[in-house]
């Protein structure tokens, strides 16, 4: 079965944002990791470190799911434009 040039332009730019989207999940999990080791060295108290590493998790998430859903809405948008639907 052959593809149009729509649908091949699409099937790239669906992939282009997959491989956008795991980048920013890498980046995410980077800078968790850089900023845990900072607050482990400079935060002694350990109750306290919990509380300051689990906002930053939360935070972290936060982000990364608005960015997953800002992505999600910018290819259901382009699907419905290619597809017509």
Known sequence: MTQ???E???AE???DVL???EAS???AIDAVRKFVDQVGGEV???SR???VIDAALDLTEELVTGRIEFVR???RSAGQAVGGK
Do not use: A
Request: charged content about 40%; cysteine-free; proline content about 4%.
């Open 8 to 10: 091949s332009r699409w």
């Open 44 to 46: 002694s108290d350990e």
């Open 25 to 27: 999940r890498k980046q």
């Open 49 to 51: 470190r919990k509380n």
């Open 13 to 15: 730019l669906s992939d």
């Open 73 to 75: 809405s910018v290819v």
């Open 19 to 21: 491989e956008s989207v």
């Open 4 to 6: 149009t040039p729509s």
